[in-house]
């Protein structure tokens, strides 16, 4: 298993827990909560079709952001088949769920090898990638940290480390909680039906 980073710059305002959802809301979110919830933050990437992909188009929606590489030997593998069995497991209400998987690896993950590694999880998946600068200032607006580490004695040459939290953004647009790597598939899939039938705020 490649190394992984720790909470990264969100990490001082995360709380793992129980947590309500809402005022008055009888289910509780079991990911770790961002208090005060905030927008999450936008940008625009290429997706594996080639074309501009804008976060806020997904508004109304419930977004799970997860920022890994192709050629991660377990960690995004394991991430993205526990997001497509609680996308698979939402049913009719998957339309709207979006999973989104922005490669931290842009040199090697083209547009081809991005199309066919997030379309053998789900065809609805979104990868996304840009340039090495365009990469490092979104993923720290929502946290995450990578870095490339060397692998002379390897065919791969290098390896990228990462932190591997899933960011879940509401229908509102609000980043509400992470999810680190091996929670529980039911923990995710509960929260995701929760904020799925949430109003979203004004």
């Known amino acids: 298993m490649r190394k992984l980073f720790g ?3 969100l990490g001082a305002i995360l709380l793992v827990g129980l947590v309500s959802c809402g005022p008055g809301a009888q289910a509780k979110l079991r990911g770790g909560s961002i208090q005060p919830a905030q927008a999450a933050p936008d940008f625009t990437l290429t997706d594996q079709n080639g074309n501009p992909f804008t976060l806020s ?3 109304g929606q419930v977004v799970l952001v997860y920022f890994g590489y192709t050629s991660c030997p377990d960690v995004c593998p394991l991430t993205l088949a526990d997001l497509r069995s ?3 497991k939402m049913g009719a209400e998957a339309k709207d769920v979006r999973v989104i998987f922005v490669t931290v690896d842009p040199e ?3 547009q081809a090898v991005l199309k066919k590694y997030v379309g053998a999880f789900d065809p609805s998946f979104i990868g996304l990638r840009g340039s090495v600068a365009e990469t490092e200032n979104i993923a720290n607006s929502f946290g995450a940290k990578f870095k490339k580490t060397n692998l002379p004695n390897s ?3 290098y ?5 591997a939290f ?3 953004i509401d229908r509102s647009g609000k980043l509400r909680e992470t999810f680190p790597f091996g929670a529980a ?3 995710i899939l509960n929260d995701v039906e929760i904020l799925v039938r949430e109003k979203p705020s004004l």
């Not at 390896?159 to 932190?163: E, F, L, P, Q, V």
Request: aromatic content about 8%; cysteine-free; charged content about 25%.
């Open 7 to 9: 909470w990264g710059a």
């Open 57 to 59: 188009s997904t508004q």
């Open 86 to 88: 609680v996308h698979e």
């Open 108 to 110: 090697r993950d083209t």
């Open 155 to 157: 065919a791969l040459g």
């Open 159 to 163: 390896a990228m480390d990462h932190s």
């Open 166 to 168: 899933i960011y879940v």
């Open 185 to 187: 598939r039911e923990d």
